[in-house]
């Protein structure tokens, strides 16, 4: 049967369930749920999640007195400078001895007598389990926790011994994202503070240069282009120098220069081909160079440049007519085929992705589970205005409940970002939702205690009426308690709020100058207001399910009217809003066809906010909705209105695995797809029903010819708008 798209062509039945979301995370799912079936459910949570980690409280560590071991036994040779072949338990330092105070980077601790049991702790804040390798007997690679910015000591544990060095490792107030860039400059970062506030008079230093086209988006955040440097690490510092008052702050090698053979993040770099390229294929999951991999550089396979990556994953082309713009291509046994499409820079690394077969598995029984995380408990007591100041106040600023409602409490953490879940607040023993009429009564308030994740962050509540019968939430007030500190594992008490904000504002947003929608859709608008507080991330406000910041219309021609929104003044005044306004299909954020824009750094004012470039949603040429794979291999592609930064494609086979990913610069709207299985281990697109998915997507400051694979990850983008369709080979 045939299934009518209203534009007077035929296309083939399309299954909803598989029908890709948008991402590259889903087709991992899909794969998942193919080859596991929808009855394994459990084992299917396990595969769509094998990189991500489960939350888990471990056991506090012990109070035990400070120990400091720096030799050994009479009859063991010992090292006391170095260490070296010690047994004894050591602690010598920390490489690098500085770090963000939002913790996430990697340092190697120094000592000896290490062991796959030691436990690390930067100013009693655990490492987390699976953020520590043992390198050796003398060195352990960790990933340090978040911390309070100043001096912090490091803590080695094993067994029933303990070494501390104290101030030997140093939390900075900034965080510097990304924290690696070109050697030729123009890297846009996005620089976050804590504790200090920006204004119109502050200045960026990477090394002793400044950073250019400087603007601010926050009050704690800024946004700037890298100068020029050389290979290595600088110092970052952020200063004013009109302010004889004002304390610089300073990240001690908090920035790297690289080469432009980065193979970290892949990607483009150097300047214009000019007769050589040279290229590195990379596994994108496990990090690591492949050998062997088949390169085609342009699209003809009878072409002089193509042939394989030698030992180290590289392979160079030259020739006196290899000028840009060109196109590679790169395929492999077990690999997700990879594109960078019409590029015109002489670096090029490529990230592929293996394909999640069980036929390309090894043999033998599957790798032993890794170590856990543990996430962390904050606890403390809800304070309510009134009249007594040092005891406890009723909910005054809470209307008296009527027949069948409740006077409740909700405590949250932020969230890392708007996308980013949280564990849930609530699991066995905590106290994550708190009822005025039952709760029992602290020393000033109501306590409180939480799960969380382990993080620097802030917590907050959100109090209001809730309906005995069906969980209904009307919020009337909430408070927030900032710049908490959590370790994993970490218990962390007497972290009282105060609900004293009123939540008697109003956001309110326009939609206008719509792109025309595809034949499917999208059916309705969403636009989701959240309060970010820089480096301590987002409130996102849920309660039972219910979004308190969402409001969804079938229309634009209405304002979206965000009620119970707090003023920005007290704990939230350096806080701005993040606005994320789209068209959907469906009640799904990442069901095609759709598009969205994010804003960052938005203050309320009396006028709304108006949302009105939207980018349009790619529609279908060839091949027609359904068909088969177009004679010369070309997929093409149309976009209305204002073009995007780049497109990415997505191409899922027939057998329901992944088969391509191309980046397209968005200047143009087709990409070429080859066919390489006439190379040694390289197939084509596994045949039957083919989706093929194509993303416009926008990013800040973005250089198509320095483009970088974390770029992919939609948390850079400011604009999305996607679509799927079939063919058929």
Request: charged fraction near 20%; aromatic fraction near 6%; hydrophobic fraction near 40%.
């Amino acid at each position: 049967m045939a299934v009518h798209d209203g534009t007077g062509a035929d296309r083939a039945p399309i299954n909803p369930s598989r029908r890709p979301t948008v991402g590259r995370p889903a087709r991992i799912f899909r794969f998942c749920l193919a080859v596991l079936g929808v009855a394994a459910m459990g084992a299917l949570h396990s595969c769509a999640r094998s990189n991500q980690l489960k939350l888990e409280k471990l056991d506090e560590p012990a109070s035990e007195p400070e120990q400091t071991n720096t030799g050994g036994s009479s009859s063991t040779p010992t090292f006391p400078e170095t260490g070296i072949n010690a047994r004894t338990l050591t602690l010598t330092g920390v490489d690098p001895s500085s770090g963000t105070y939002a913790g996430g980077n990697q340092v190697v601790v120094r000592g000896s007598g290490f062991t796959e049991a030691a436990v690390v702790y930067f100013d009693g804040r655990m490492v987390q389990p699976v953020g520590m390798t043992l390198r050796d007997s003398n060195s352990l690679v960790v990933i340090v926790p978040a911390g309070e910015p100043g001096p912090a000591s490091v803590r080695v544990e094993l067994d029933e011994e303990a070494v501390t060095l104290d101030d030997t490792y140093f939390y900075s107030a900034l965080l510097i994202e990304p924290d690696r860039g070109a050697i030729a400059g123009g890297t846009s970062v996005v620089v976050t503070a804590s504790g200090a506030s920006f204004d119109e008079a502050v200045e960026v230093a990477f090394g002793e240069a400044p950073c250019s086209e400087l603007r601010l988006i926050t009050p704690t955040q800024l946004r700037c282009k890298t100068p020029p440097g050389n290979v290595g690490k600088v110092d970052v510092a952020v200063r004013w120098p009109e302010a004889n008052d004002s304390t610089p702050l300073t990240a001690e090698r908090a920035f790297e220069y690289l080469n432009p053979t980065d193979t970290d993040r892949g990607g483009l770099s150097g300047a214009k081909i000019d007769g050589t390229v040279n290229i590195t294929v990379v596994d994108a999951m496990a990090g690591s160079l492949i050998p062997g991999a088949f390169v085609l550089l342009g699209n003809d396979l009878d072409g002089p440049y193509r042939g394989l990556t030698d030992e180290r994953g590289q392979i160079t082309f030259s020739g006196e007519d290899l000028e840009g713009p060109v196109t590679v291509h790169v395929a492999g046994k077990c690999l997700e085929s990879g594109s960078i499409v019409a590029f015109d820079a002489e670096n090029v690394t490529v990230h592929v992705m293996p394909l999640l077969d069980p036929s390309c598995g090894e043999a033998g029984d599957p790798p032993p589970p890794g170590r856990g995380t543990a996430g962390a408990l904050i606890s403390g007591e809800l304070i309510f205005p009134g009249s007594d100041e040092f005891a406890i106040n009723a909910w005054e600023n809470i209307p008296e409940p009527r027949s069948g409602e409740v006077r409740v409490t909700y405590v949250f953490t932020t969230q890392s970002r708007y996308s980013s879940r949280n564990p849930s607040p609530g699991i066995s023993g905590t106290l994550a939702r708190v009822v005025e009429e039952t709760s029992s009564r602290g020393e000033r308030g109501y306590p409180y205690k939480i799960f969380a994740r382990p993080a620097g962050l802030a917590v907050y509540a959100v109090s209001g009426l809730e309906r005995r019968d069906t969980g209904e939430f009307m919020p009337y007030a909430m408070g927030v308690t900032r710049d908490v500190v959590a370790g994993p594992g970490e218990d962390l008490t007497e972290i009282d709020i105060v609900v004293d904000i009123p939540l008697d504002r109003e956001v309110q947003v326009a939609l206008s100058n719509l792109p025309p929608p595809a034949p499917r859709g999208p059916d309705q608008f969403r636009v989701l207001t959240h309060i970010d507080l820089g480096g301590q991330g987002v409130i996102v406000r849920e309660v039972n399910g219910q979004s308190l910041d969402m409001v969804t219309s079938f229309t634009s021609a209405d304002l979206f009217r965000h009620f119970a929104q707090p003023a920005l003044v007290g704990p939230l005044a350096d806080a701005r809003y993040q606005v994320i306004a789209g068209w959907y299909s469906g009640d799904r954020d990442d069901e095609a066809p759709l598009t969205w824009e994010r804003r960052v750094g938005v203050v309320p004012t009396s006028e709304p906010l108006v949302i009105d470039d939207l980018l349009a949603i790619p529609a279908v040429v060839s091949p027609a909705e359904g068909a088969q794979i177009p004679e010369d291999r070309v997929l093409r592609w149309e976009q209305v209105g204002p073009e995007p930064d780049m497109y990415v494609v997505s191409i899922v086979g027939g057998n329901n695995l992944p088969a391509w990913t191309q980046v397209v610069p968005g200047s143009q709207s087709h990409s070429p797809i080859p066919d390489l299985s006439s190379i040694e281990n390289v197939e084509d697109i596994a045949s039957g029903v083919i989706l093929w998915q194509v993303q416009a997507v926008r990013i800040e400051d973005f250089e198509y010819n320095e483009f970088k694979y974390n770029l992919l990850k939609p948390r850079y983008w400011t604009h999305l708008a996607a679509d799927v369709f079939t063919m058929q080979r």
